[in-house]
């Protein structure tokens, strides 16, 4: 069975940084192609990032140049570094994967809750 | 990357069918056949219900059926059951290595 478990979200003032993490089971996250993906309150999803498989790494413009997608093999964990924070970027933030594609995702995590505000 | 187009809520009795649009672009749903759709209970992780427009998942119930015309992709829920109650979210390749979703449609069986 897959499990994906996300931690590291918080309260953060704008400009500040979180590092936020996704604890794979089931699956290596060195060969399954994975995202973020976020839900503003009361908002849909919002695809944030994607890593491939092979690495290449693409980013939602509105993240673009503030936040990495990142992985490491020895921990099995994918993680998002996040840094300039904005009001905006408020959210419960999932982790989400696929073998196969990057065009869905059969694998999902809880979420952990990021709050931007002064 | 502007969201798909979904209505904000659809409803039905048990027993019914309903059926979700998602309306975008010949830049992403026209463009390509890499349309999914989730079910999201709040609270809880999103579930795959359909991938590549119309592909079923394995084990997941036949209930749910899905198409594309155009520049808008469609869900259908047939013989809708209570559980069916949550919000479905659509998913679109956009090209040049982004993906959107659409705004997400409230479910509500009667």
């Known amino acids: 069975e897959v499990r994906l478990v996300e931690s590291g979200g918080g309260w953060v003032q704008p400009g500040g940084s979180l590092r936020l993490s996704c604890a794979a089971s089931?699956?290596?996250?060195?060969?399954?192609?994975m995202s973020w993906v976020r839900q503003a309150p009361g908002k849909g999803l919002e695809w944030v990032s994607v890593?491939?498989?092979?690495?290449?790494?693409y980013y939602a413009d509105s993240v673009k140049g503030r936040f990495t997608i990142s992985r490491d093999y020895s921990k099995n964990t994918l993680f998002l570094e996040m840094n300039s924070l904005r009001v905006e970027d408020t959210a419960l933030y999932y982790c989400a994967g696929d073998r196969w594609s990057t065009n869905w995702y059969v694998y999902w995590g809880q979420g952990t809750p990021v709050t931007v505000s002064s | 990357q502007s969201a798909l187009t979904q209505p904000r809520s659809v409803s039905g009795s048990p027993g019914q069918s309903v059926t979700i649009s998602c309306t975008g672009t010949s830049s992403d749903i026209g463009g390509y056949n890499y349309v999914s759709w989730y079910q999201h209970h709040p609270g809880k992780a999103p579930k795959l219900l359909i991938y590549d427009v119309n592909q079923r998942p394995s084990g997941f119930p036949d209930r749910f059926s899905a198409f594309k015309s155009g520049n808008t992709a469609s869900l259908t829920i047939s013989g809708l059951q209570a559980e069916d109650e949550a919000d479905y979210y659509c998913?679109?390749?956009?090209?040049?290595?982004?993906?959107?979703f659409g705004g997400g449609t409230k479910v509500t069986v009667l």
């Open positions: 089931g699956v290596t996250v060195t060969n399954t192609h």
């Open positions: 890593i491939y498989s092979g690495g290449s790494t």
């Open positions: 998913y679109s390749y956009a090209g040049s290595y982004a993906w959107v």
